[in-house]
């Protein structure tokens, strides 16, 4: 190899492959603004969110009667927690999550059946002998063996108390005139861990049922348009629930630092961008 072979390569390797991997760590999807706002294909869609590696992400704990709660956003709309030494994932799509290497799951809750929240082959690779599959009727239709949930029902897994509550538009619609999340199609599901509850919205705007959420120490809620909730919703959905701790996901690559600001200094909440 010749001199100017090897600067080539030495250069590549200092300054171009640097920008392209800091570039495939961005957080994509759309922009915030409705005048600004890109659809993006389910292709580009998916191909823009970014696959995390659980073991270097940050954990957060809660602290709740029945022991600490180990809190991981592994990415998009893909959580995991862990309580007692039992896994628990909501929503873990491949695109989020490499199955082989994340321990099996005694829990998984789907909302719903977007190819973001509902991977089927994510979700076979996470179970194992005895875990329990919380999801929706439409959900069913691609997996049995699950335990459907539909609006306003509850059940208990692992003696935690499963709740599935709505998500679902009322604005954002599909061009023919269907939101994109149909009321009764989808769930978010409030936990009761204990002495703590834990509300996870789905993909859902702000909607009256949430008013309805008392006495949450923690809340995930999406901000991503048009799918989800602008950034006043998302305000006023803060508002309405006060949470003790308030973690936005499902925001692609939004910058929500100054919505943060604006939910810290209006409620006593803590917010969490992870």
Known sequence: MNLTKILILFFTVLFVYPLNAASL???????TTSRDMMIFSNMEFRAAIKKTNYYSMKKDI??????????TVLGHAS?????KGQVIYVDPTSDQVDAKALPKADLILITHDHGDHWDVNTVKALQKAGTRLIYTKICQQKLEGGQVLANGEETSVLGIGIKAVPAYNIQHKRDNGEPFHPKGNGNGYVLTIGDKKVYIAGDTEFIPEMKDLIR????????MLPYTMSEDMFLDAAKAIQPNILYPYHYGKSNLEPLCG?????CST???LR
């Open 270 to 272: 803590e917010v969490r």
């Open 79 to 83: 959580l995991m927690f862990k309580l």
């Open 262 to 266: 604006r939910i810290e200094k209006a």
């Open 62 to 71: 809660l602290n709740t009667s029945e022991g600490n709660l180990e809190i």
């Open 216 to 223: 949450i120490d923690v809340a995930f809620l999406p901000c």
């Open 25 to 31: 760590t961005k957080r994509t999807c759309c922009v």
